[in-house]
Nanobody
Framework: QVQLVESGGGLVQPGGSLRLSCKASGSIFSISVMGWYRQAPGQQRELIASITSRRSTNYADSVKGRFTISRENGMNTMYLEMSSLKAEDTAVYYC???????????????WGQGTLVTVSS
């Protein structure tokens, strides 16, 4: 079974840091693009950072300079280092993988279950 599992969410004070992880499992051979989305209450899910298999990255303006995305291809794991967190970063953060090739088949897109990040004093 191919799946994505996030971890690392929680409560953090404004100005603090947090690290999210996303592990893809299920006999995966390759993943083209991985990304982090977030969805705040009452708002649409938005893409905040993405990284290709060659580690080319893109960031939303709202997180540029504060968040860093990285991945370990051999481990099919992706990270999001978040710093200088603000109250407006509060959201459920979702891991996404596109172009997944696994022993059980190919998948155009997969989603994790989400992890809640709350920035509050």
């Amino acid at each position: 079974q191919v799946q994505l599992v996030e971890s690392g969410g929680g409560l953090v004070q404004p100005g603090g840091s947090l690290r999210l992880s996303c592990k893809a499992s299920g006999s995966i051979f390759s993943i083209s693009v991985m990304g982090w989305y977030r969805q705040a209450p009452g708002q649409q899910r938005e893409l905040i950072a993405s990284i290709t298999s060659r580690r080319s990255t893109n960031y939303a303006d709202s997180v540029k300079g504060r968040f860093t995305i990285s991945r370990e291809n051999g481990m099919n794991t992706m990270y999001l280092e978040m710093s200088s967190l603000k109250a407006e970063d509060t959201a459920v953060y979702y891991c996404n993988a596109q172009g997944v090739v696994a022993r059980t088949g190919s998948f155009s897109a997969l989603w994790g279950q989400g992890t809640l990040v709350t920035v509050s004093s």
